[in-house]
């Protein structure tokens, strides 16, 4: 099928003139989450990652993908026809100068990438003599016959019991950063901006409950969002307050060009190249700076901190649920599948309160599939069954309406060994390190990266993944600008913003690893040093498996950190909970027997 899709779109490029013809996974909102009618990545190879690029030549073809997915690319894009690619380390643009001759010419959908990749791919391509011709018409959906139709279904209207702050006094507050840019209006490009602005929460992306649209925002504080008709809930128009106006999303370039002679602030990494140019060609003014609400979003008020605890405690007692039921299953000799595994935490979180589905595709990896940092079982030719004296690793999450989860736990599936043991124990002793870290203002994900890293690598270890990501408020599970990650971030943690913790290790073919809870930014409480601190405070509530520990390798310090955890989890979840599943938190949040003699 894969072949015959490349058949007909090098049918399409020699119509089209083109040499070469980029296929990012994106939409025109740039976001990470792509409704089903915009996976043409995943039409075109097969691959079904949350990143990658894929190059189609006249005789050849490339897929780019970073470390995530160098073993699930193998497994699902057909090496006979793709060659493979590190999209970090060997560059898309810089791997069509290598085998690109001069003259040649390269297309791509402009709506599909962001305004500052288009103009670096453009000058590098052109310096080599090779044109990077932009078109709205894409080749892809030219070629995707039965390419499902967009969902459009009404949004859902936020009330100030879970935002904490009305849409008014959002967009005066938002206004306010506009002008003091210098500008007159600002280009609101990323849905979960607009969603975020207006308090409403959108139906019709996956795990991502944003309104698809963009907007306008001026000083005053009006705005004029761009958006399908259909997707406008009843009640809309008093629930935004005065100042909000609509217009379909056929109307976006008519409606772009009136800026002419405006100044208007836009955020070249986060607007699509298309949107960008119709401003330039209409004479707008361009003010280069990061999306005004982005900053305001991450940090959490306190409605939303609060809101963001209560949803962590309704999903702690699904997780708990779910892991005494599996540990009751595997003593039973029953070792399902992941795909069973996976739709029985799915309906334990169901019952619960205020939920809207998964934050994202559970991670549900038995054995050497959980080697794949972001394995999904629904892709794989047969769901992988649990292995006795193996371990099973599930990243899973949640949508609720007072906030967003993300949570992953790795479990003993019988006797593992002490290797499996020891590089577990490095993780969590990472785990805790991070956690327990207290920083000062101005302090960056990028500075406390190492200290999750730390004793992996003293030990000859790592992994290939950030340590932690941002998280909304019933928003995106993968929240800007915040981020803890080896790779520079400028921006500076803050109180209310949320951040996963998730040291890991994976070894191909084997095993994987990971611990990841969310923890707020707070300020930190009873420090009595010369300046101001920030700490980390835990919003997840589900035990670690101790099982999987060798305890002489930790400290008496970890050891105490994890015990008291391990109480707070018993003390919230023991009132809501009875019988065997009562029994099992009991159980597994005891004291770890012994740790090592502090040196």
Not at 477 to 501: D, T
Not at 520 to 545: H, K, R, W, Y
Not at 566 to 572: M, S
Request: aromatic share 8%; glycine share 10%.
């Amino acid at each position: 099928m894969i072949e015959q899709r490349l058949m007909a779109l090098r049918e399409e490029m020699a119509r089209a003139g083109i040499d070469a013809l980029i296929i990012p996974r994106a939409d025109e909102y740039l976001g990470e989450y792509l409704p089903p009618h915009n996976e043409r990545l995943r039409w075109a190879t097969g691959f079904t990652g949350s990143a990658g690029v894929a190059i189609i030549l006249g005789e050849r073809a490339a897929i780019f993908v970073d470390g995530r997915y160098r073993v699930q690319v193998r497994r699902q894009v057909p090496a006979e026809l793709f060659e493979y690619y590190h999209l970090l380390e060997e560059p898309h643009v810089d791997w069509l100068v290598s085998v690109l001759a001069a003259g040649a010419r390269v297309g791509c959908d402009p709506r599909l990438h962001s305004a500052n990749w288009f103009g670096t791919a453009r000058e590098t391509l052109a310096a080599a003599d090779i044109e990077l011709q932009s078109s709205v018409d894409n080749l892809v959906d030219r070629c995707w016959s039965d390419r499902p139709p967009a969902k459009i279904e009404p949004a859902l209207l936020l009330g100030l019991e879970y935002t904490g702050e009305s849409s008014r006094d959002k967009r005066q507050r938002i206004g306010d950063l506009v002008a003091a840019a210098g500008a007159e209006a600002a280009l609101i490009f990323a849905p979960d901006s607009v969603s975020w602005l207006l308090n409403i929460r959108g139906t019709d992306v996956p795990m991502m409950p944003v309104l698809q649209s963009f907007a306008v925002l001026s000083v005053d504080g009006t705005m004029t969002v761009l958006t399908e008709p259909g997707r406008v809930p009843e009640g809309f128009a008093q629930h935004v307050g005065e100042g909000v106006t609509v217009l379909p999303e056929s109307g976006a370039e008519s409606f772009l060009s009136v800026f002419g002679g405006c100044r208007v602030l836009v955020d070249p990494q986060g607007v699509n190249a298309w949107s960008r140019e119709v401003l330039v060609d209409s004479g707008t003014i361009l003010v280069t700076g990061m999306d005004p609400v982005v900053l305001p979003k991450a940090a959490k008020n306190s409605v939303e901190v609060e809101g963001a605890r209560r949803a962590h405690a309704r999903d702690a007692l699904a997780e708990v649920r779910f892991l005494a039921w599996l540990d009751r299953e595997v003593a039973a000799g029953r070792l399902h599948d992941e795909a069973h595994l996976a739709n029985v935490l799915f309906d334990f979180r169901a019952r619960g309160e205020h939920f809207h589905g998964g934050s994202f595709d559970t991670i549900s990896a038995a054995g050497s599939n959980a080697a794949m940092c972001h394995y999904n079982h629904l892709d794989a030719d047969q769901p992988g069954n649990l292995e006795d004296g193996g371990v099973y690793l599930v990243d899973s999450g949640g949508q609720y309406t007072d906030g967003t989860t993300d949570i992953t736990r790795t479990v003993a599936i019988g006797d593992p060994g002490d290797e499996v043991r020891r590089l577990y124990t490095l993780v969590l002793k990472g785990h805790i390190a991070l956690d327990q870290a207290r920083f000062p203002a101005g302090t960056t994900g990028t500075h406390l990266d190492a200290l999750a890293r730390q004793f992996l690598w003293q030990e000859g270890f790592d992994y290939d993944h950030g340590t932690g990501h941002g998280v909304g408020s019933f928003l995106s599970v993968h929240e800007s600008p915040q981020r803890i990650a080896r790779a520079w971030n400028s921006a500076a943690l803050v109180p209310g913003m949320i951040v996963s913790n998730e040291p890991g290790y994976y070894r191909d073919g084997a095993f994987g690893i990971r611990c990841e809870n969310l923890q707020v930014v707070t300020e930190a409480q009873a420090c009595a040093g010369e300046i101001p601190m920030l700490e980390f405070s835990v919003l997840t509530l589900v035990p670690f498996d101790n099982r999987l520990l060798l305890p002489e390798l930790l400290t008496p310090q970890e050891c105490r950190w994890l015990d008291a955890y391990h109480e707070r989890v018993r003390t919230t979840l023991s009132p809501q909970l009875d019988g065997d599943d009562l029994a099992w938190l009991e159980q597994v949040t005891q004291p770890v027997k012994s740790g090592r003699i502090a040196a």
